[in-house]
């Protein structure tokens, strides 16, 4: 997206080839994919003059399983049930009979364009009948279909001859009902191999565990693993992105930025030959992986990748992370436009002082979530919504959250932790 210095080499990270049918509607779903190296140009426009838009995560890395999710099988996992309803991913997507789909613990995506735009167009797979077949379940009773009726405590279908009824069909009901999981192909029974009281339907099997928790006491099963374990599939995980990061003199390209724009003049308390330009990998608001720079002081430089090298480990979202000239040089433009920065010539608001940019021992993270706050006036103005510290949009920075601690851990001090004024995006070596 963005150019880079050419005195400089760009950072290239391993590109997930994932994809597949998803990457032909991407470029109109996102602006990158996982493993872009976006660097920004010192000196390049970007003016903002309105508060930065949403940023619609698609892509996520799941380190527990080694694959990625992404596009609408994401927003799919994300909207109608997640971890507790799906699992983890067991794969990434892969083309089976001309259909993409994706292996979870619980389910199976089925991508058929067109056929649902409201659900992206995603359908489950019919694990419930494929694991009810395969294990010889259709012909035993509580596969046969009943005569009923529907009362207060039972729902009757007669689509499929069975009633759901207590705990199961308020699970059932609560967490996606027909779309999720189909009509009950069973009734509820004891499975003499486990002992648990079940039920097949036509997506999934309800399992009772009465020693777990009130919210886990039903659990979908594992029809997805047991269906990869019974047909012999064999996914190779993906290894996860790999944190890079260079440092950097200023190449004169970035020395005339600096100087056209400002950041750097005479009188400045740090000479240019001091300063740092750090390219760094981190995750973006949308969940995939790119390169961006900060401007340091090169006593702080090597430090300050230690911090974002366990930021990047735990994935904590960063929307972007330019050099401030790419605005201008003005704090404003840049905290409006939501950028990551570090070095910038300029004053403490309300005094003749340096701020602590102005030595490159600074770092203002996700600004726009995290604004300044100085005798009742919220900066930027137009992030006064994020005066709410509860709030949990992606970007916020929390006390002891995984921003914080990173940069504890290399000896710096949160502005969150202030008491005469709170500046929750300000990160420094001197608490300053």
Same mark, same amino acid.
């Given at each position: 997206?963005f150019?880079h210095s050419?005195a400089r080499?760009? %950072?290239t990270?391993?590109?997930?080839?994932?994809?597949?049918a998803?990457s032909?509607?991407a470029?109109?779903?996102?602006?990158?994919?996982?493993?872009?190296?976006d660097?920004?140009v010192s000196?390049?426009?970007?003016?903002?003059?309105?508060?930065?838009a949403?940023?619609?995560?698609?892509?996520?890395?799941?380190?527990? *399983?080694?694959h990625w999710?992404?596009?609408?099988?994401?927003?799919?996992w994300?909207q109608?049930g997640?971890?507790?309803?799906?699992?983890?991913?067991?794969?990434d997507e892969?083309?089976?009979?001309?259909?993409?789909?994706?292996?979870?613990e619980?389910?199976?995506f089925?991508?058929?364009p067109?056929?649902?735009?409201?659900?992206?167009?995603?359908?489950?797979?019919?694990?419930?009948?494929d694991?009810?077949?395969r294990?010889?379940?259709?012909t035993t009773? @509580?596969?046969?279909?009943?005569s009923?009726?529907?009362?207060?405590?039972c729902?009757?279908?007669? +689509?499929?001859?069975?009633? !759901?009824?207590?705990?199961?069909r308020?699970?059932w009901?609560?967490h996606?009902?027909l779309?999720?999981?189909g009509y @009950?192909?069973?009734?509820?029974y004891?499975?003499?191999?486990?002992?648990?009281?079940?039920q097949?339907?036509?997506r999934q099997?309800?399992?009772y565990?009465?020693?777990?928790?009130?919210?886990w006491?039903?659990?979908?099963?594992l029809?997805?693993?047991?269906y990869? +374990?019974? *047909?012999?599939?064999?996914f +190779?995980?993906?290894?996860?992105?790999?944190f890079?990061s260079?440092i950097?003199?200023?190449?004169?390209a970035?020395r005339?930025a %600096?100087?056209?724009t400002?950041s750097?003049r005479?009188?400045?308390p740090?000479?240019?030959?001091d300063l740092?330009?750090?390219d760094l990998s981190y995750w973006?608001?949308?969940?995939?992986v790119?390169?961006?720079?900060? %401007?340091?002081?090169a006593?702080?430089?090597?430090?300050?990748?230690?911090?974002?090298?366990?930021i990047?480990?735990?994935?904590? @979202?960063i929307?972007? %992370?330019?050099?401030?000239e790419?605005?201008g040089?003005?704090d404003e433009q840049?905290? !409006?436009?939501d950028?990551?920065?570090g070095y910038n010539c300029?004053g403490v608001?309300?005094?003749? #002082?340096?701020?602590?940019?102005?030595?490159?021992?600074?770092?203002?993270l996700?600004?726009?979530?995290?604004?300044?706050?100085r005798?009742?006036?919220?900066?930027?103005?137009e #992030?006064?919504?994020y005066?709410?510290?509860?709030l949990t949009?992606?970007g916020?920075?929390?006390?002891?959250d995984?921003?914080?601690?990173?940069f #504890?851990s290399?000896?710096?001090?949160w502005?969150?932790?202030?008491? +005469?004024?709170?500046?929750?995006q300000?990160?420094s070596?001197t608490g300053?």
């Open positions: 997206m150019g050419p080499r760009v %950072m990270l391993v590109v997930v080839t994932f994809m597949l998803w032909s509607v470029a109109a779903q996102a602006s990158s994919v996982p493993g872009n190296a660097v920004g000196g390049s426009s970007s003016i903002q003059t309105d508060p930065p949403p940023v619609t995560q698609e892509y996520r890395y799941f380190p527990q *399983t080694g999710v992404s596009h609408g099988f994401l927003h799919y994300t109608f997640g971890l507790a309803v799906f699992g983890y991913p067991l794969s892969v083309t089976e009979n001309g259909v993409t789909v994706q292996y979870f619980r389910a199976r089925e991508w058929h067109g056929a649902w735009p409201s659900h992206y167009d995603v359908l489950l797979g019919l694990l419930g009948v694991q009810a077949q294990e010889s379940l259709q009773a @509580p596969f046969q279909r009943v009923a009726q529907s009362d207060a405590n729902t009757y279908y007669a +689509a499929t001859g069975h009633r !759901l009824c207590f705990g199961f308020a699970y009901e609560s996606g009902g779309t999720i999981f @009950p192909i069973s009734e509820e004891r499975d003499p191999a486990t002992g648990l009281t079940v097949y339907f036509e099997r309800f399992e565990h009465p020693q777990n928790s009130p919210d006491q039903v659990e979908g099963g029809l997805g693993a047991q990869i +374990a019974a *047909t012999g599939k064999h +190779a995980s993906v290894p996860a992105p790999v890079a260079s950097n003199t200023v190449s004169a970035e005339s %600096m100087l056209s400002g750097w005479e009188g400045c740090v000479a240019i030959s740092r330009v750090l973006g608001f949308d969940g995939g790119h390169t961006g720079q900060l %401007m340091v002081n006593d702080v430089a090597q430090p300050v990748v230690q911090a974002f090298k366990q990047f480990a735990a994935q904590y @979202p929307r972007r %992370m330019e050099l401030v790419n605005f040089a003005d840049s905290m !409006l436009a950028n990551t920065s300029r608001p309300g005094s003749t #002082a340096f701020s602590q940019h102005a030595y490159g021992r600074a770092i203002d996700n600004p726009f979530e995290n604004p300044e706050i005798n009742g006036a919220v900066d930027p103005p #992030a006064s919504r005066t709410d510290r509860s949009d992606v916020v920075i929390h006390p002891n995984a921003a914080v601690r990173a #504890a290399i000896g710096w001090y502005g969150g932790d202030w008491t +005469a004024l709170k500046d929750y300000h990160f070596l300053d």
